[in-house]
């Protein structure tokens, strides 16, 4: 799971501590494709990887749909032959620093896979059914009229999910579900469940390493299980403002 991506003298959509160390130097994310690439293996859109589940396949996902999907992620991805699924919020089309309309269809017409990730990035889970609803069926006929063709695959806001989310987007019409839970996919996989792994500002060659081939996720996924835990005991909000007082005492947390 990749976001935006950071090139010298372009201005990232925000500078929010909490945002930026999701975000990857570009150069960082063309040497993990590259490092993909030299070990044999594919990275492919969720589509293609639900759709066979090969081995040596590494399923590539941005999240939000930043102006650098287009500008610097799928140069990079068509050099390598790679395929990715892009999951865009509607509602951050045309905004600073992500894509318009008219860049997404680009994008589109690159051949690459286009998900939605819900109108305005709310938190899921906080959400009645009808403003769920709004969220991941609506958003999802938007980039549909935008596109001229069906939008398949979900993913989350801020990994926030449960069975509602999932039920919403399987009336919605959608074949996938992608959450923050840290597992890799196989055959047996919940479809509406799947697992995807944040790669972070800071994470080193070794850990990519690491991370794409599926070792050591269960170190990772108990510090998830331990921010879920903390989410649900204070609350989103709650969770949020302490997470971002943390993180400008020490933007490295």
Not at 40 to 46: L, M
Not at 99 to 112: D, I, K, T, W
Not at 239 to 244: E, F, G, K
Request: proline share 3%; net charge positive.
């Amino acid at each position: 799971m990749y976001h935006e991506l950071e090139s010298p003298g372009r201005q990232l959509a925000q500078a929010e501590p909490g945002y930026v160390r999701y975000v990857l130097r570009a150069a960082d994310f063309r040497s993990q494709m590259e490092l993909i690439k030299q070990a044999g293996w594919k990275g492919v859109s969720v589509g293609e990887s639900v759709g066979s589940f090969a081995e040596k396949t590494v399923a590539i996902s941005f999240d939000d749909g930043c102006e650098t999907d287009l500008l610097i992620a799928a140069p990079i991805l068509r050099n390598l032959g790679f395929g990715g699924t892009f999951y865009i919020t509607t509602g951050f089309l045309g905004r600073r620093g992500h894509l318009s309309p008219s860049q997404l269809r680009e994008l589109a017409a690159l051949n690459f896979e286009i998900g939605c990730h819900s109108r305005t990035h709310a938190y899921l889970t906080d959400l009645t059914r009808n403003d769920l609803h709004r969220e991941v069926a609506e958003s999802k006929m938007e980039l549909e009229q935008i596109l001229g063709s069906a939008v398949q695959h979900f993913s989350c806001p801020g990994g926030r999910y449960n069975s509602q989310v999932a039920a919403v987007a399987r009336e919605a019409g959608y074949q996938t579900v992608a959450t923050s839970r840290i597992h890799a996919n196989s055959q047996t996989s919940d479809p509406m469940a799947l697992g995807r792994v944040a790669v972070l500002r800071a994470t080193s060659q070794a850990d990519f390493q690491r991370l794409y081939q599926g070792q050591g996720l269960w170190r990772m996924n108990l510090q998830v299980q331990l921010a879920a835990a903390t989410k649900k005991l204070l609350g989103n909000s709650a969770y949020d403002r302490l997470r971002a007082a943390l993180l400008h005492r020490d933007p490295s947390a």
